[in-house]
């Protein structure tokens, strides 16, 4: 019964989204997936049946998300695990993107996934059951990125929200997994999938190497593979007592301990300091 559990996949129809639900429907499971072109996703994987239900979704509309759900429990009788894959990178120093990007951006990576949790929890409380994964980066645990503040930001916050979800679920008998990938090779850095500031200013060289090394460099060369991470998403799926963190990929791992190291430092350094606010 288990290979028969329902997934419902944001952002399905490219990258790490669509190498999932292809993996999941090869798999056995049954696939609701969401996407802004219902077309691309079609010619991807297929139309309607007994196992894949794509849906046109915009992430960032709440009653649209509840619509979608309500048509995913419909078509396939419940919804057992749910993916907050849906989102974008946007490149562009603190000071030179508008208040109109960062809060596009925000709407689609924290509040967009927040809409879907809403809806599905309401389903895994009643049923005592059900997993999320909500997919951050790397960038969601260390930020040190020129040009990047805003993106990791993004992913910092579905941090701090899939923390506090794991222990509320747990009422529930639910899960919730925050995964880290590295840099996988998909079209994530690829024109028309990354935005980047419509008014960059040339002083902020570290940013616009940063930018170009990305787009230019990085694309096309990321180290890991997005099938391999989608079958240890399905192989976590099955644990009797999955992460709530989940790091993908030796170059997170790398950067985690970094951070970690860093972290220690900054603890053993200023010490005495930090620990001289206690009223006496």
Known sequence: MSMKKVWFVTGASK????ALVR???ESGYR???TTRSLESLINEIGDVSATFLPLEMDVTSDSNVKEAIENTVSHFGGIDVVVNNAGFGLVGSLEELSDD?????FNVNVFGPLNVIRHAARHFRQQRS???FNIASIGG???G???FGVYCSTKFAMAGFTEALAEEMKDFEAKATLVYPGYFRTNFLSKGSIKTSARPIEDYKSARASEHAHLNQIDGQQPNDPDKAAEALIHVSEQATPPVHLFLGEDAYEIAHQKIGMIRDALA??????KSTAIV
């Not at 990258?15 to 669509?18: H, I, P, R, S």
């Not at 990007?101 to 951006?105: F, I, S, T």
């Open 15 to 18: 990258g790490l989204g669509l």
């Open 23 to 25: 993996k999941l429907l």
């Open 31 to 33: 696939v609701a997936a």
């Open 101 to 105: 990007e960062v809060k596009d951006n």
């Open 130 to 132: 059900g997993h999320f």
């Open 141 to 143: 645990y260390s930020g």
């Open 145 to 147: 990125y020129a040009g």
């Open 269 to 274: 350094s200023n010490e005495k300091i930090g």
